[in-house]
């Protein structure tokens, strides 16, 4: 059964920095590309970044590159956002995802739970 856990999220103030953790389980993990996505409150599924499946590449939307980091462990079968100089509009219920960007936001997309991050003041 394929699993996708993330963890890390919590309130942050403006300005502030979290590392989300994603730990994958039921598949080959260092053979996919890997994603994380994001739901603000009333808005719909937003793509974030997404990493090759060596983690030589990265890509990222525009208005979190610069601030964001996407890196992967393959020996351990854990995908990290690195979230800094967090924005208020950041706020969202963040989710990690099998594949790249289109996979990320498919109706059959694989994703996890989420973990919620909150930028306010």
């Known amino acids: 059964e394929v699993q996708l856990v993330e963890s890390g999220g919590g309130w942050v103030q403006p300005g502030g920095s979290l590392r989300l953790t994603c730990v994958a389980s039921?598949?080959?993990?260092?053979?996919?590309?890997m994603s994380w996505v994001r739901q603000a409150p009333g808005k719909g599924l937003e793509w974030v970044s997404t990493?090759?499946?060596?983690?030589?590449?990265?890509y990222y939307t525009d208005s979190v590159k610069g601030r964001f980091t996407i890196s992967r462990d393959n020996a351990k079968n854990t995908l990290y956002l690195q979230l800094n100089s967090l924005k208020t509009e950041d706020t969202a219920m963040y989710y990690c995802?099998?594949?790249?960007?289109?996979?990320?936001?498919?109706?059959?997309?694989?994703r996890g739970q989420g973990t919620q991050v909150t930028v306010s003041s």
């Open positions: 990493i090759n499946w060596g983690g030589s590449r990265t």
């Open positions: 039921g598949f080959t993990f260092s053979s996919n590309h």
């Open positions: 995802a099998k594949g790249g960007v289109d996979d990320a936001l498919s109706r059959s997309a694989v």
